[in-house]
């Protein structure tokens, strides 16, 4: 599961992909609305097994996403579950603030 923070612009995302790319194609489903936003040919960076790229994108607090990423010529890299909180520790992460 990849976290967003609703209170920043840009999210590292870090993920390790079926193939390396240098660049690819992400989908982002919000799960409750059910609409998508569609980023095309992000920069990315692979290393160690790892594809590293960056996300400007504005989340709400609480939504859960699905995110789909691909490389430019539509194969599938990578697809998993998103979150937005501000929450910064993940471990001890409560839904309410109690």
């Known amino acids: 599961m990849k976290i967003f923070n609703p209170n920043i612009l840009s999210n590292i995302i870090v993920i390790i992909p079926r193939n390396p790319a240098d660049y690819v194609n992400v989908i982002i489903r919000e799960e409750i609305t059910n609409t998508e936003t569609i980023f095309e040919n992000i920069t990315s960076s692979y290393s160690h097994g790892y594809l590293t790229f960056e996300l400007e994108i504005i989340t709400k607090e609480g939504r859960s996403y699905e995110i789909t990423v691909n490389d430019t010529s539509g194969k599938l890299l990578w ?17 309410t603030k109690r």
């Open 79 to 95: 697809r998993g579950k998103g979150y937005s909180t501000a929450q910064t520790d993940l471990e001890n992460y409560k839904l």
